[in-house]
């Protein structure tokens, strides 16, 4: 199963823009119907669905953080990105990239990356 790395600095600055790279290695993300998602997980919280990049390179994010993201991509690297702009400490999580695809109106994930810790403190 593909296996998705999520990169990026571990400790981001309040106010500051958190960037986050995932690396899909051994595919593309070009590839029809993929959607490439970014999720999260707060501490003590459940998993929150951030936005998505799809394989057309339209964007869809969350209405609770699309004024603060942006996920552009780099198809040569086989790479996305998620730009979270004017962080607080509540976007301290646990954050993740992941492969999904459409069934009907319902989006379903098939791969992840392992997760990476990001804190937001001064």
């Known amino acids: 199963q593909l296996q998705l790395q999520e990169s990026g600095p571990g400790l981001v600055k309040p106010s500051q823009t958190l960037p986050l790279t995932c690396t899909v290695p051994?595919?593309?993300?070009?590839?029809?119907?993929?959607?490439w998602s970014w999720i999260r997980q707060p501490p003590g919280k459940g998993l929150e669905w951030i936005g998505y990049i799809a394989y057309t390179g339209s964007t869809y994010y969350s209405p609770s953080l699309n004024s603060r993201t942006s996920s552009p991509r780099n198809t040569s690297k086989n790479q996305f990105t998620l730009q979270l702009s004017s962080v607080t400490p509540e976007d301290t999580a646990v954050y993740y990239c992941?492969?999904?695809?459409?069934?009907?109106?319902?989006?379903?994930?098939?791969?992840w990356g392992q997760g990476t810790q990001v804190t937001v403190s001064s």
């Open positions: 051994g595919g593309s993300i070009t590839t029809n119907y993929y959607h």
């Open positions: 992941a492969k999904g695809r459409y069934s009907g109106s319902q989006l379903y994930f098939g791969s």
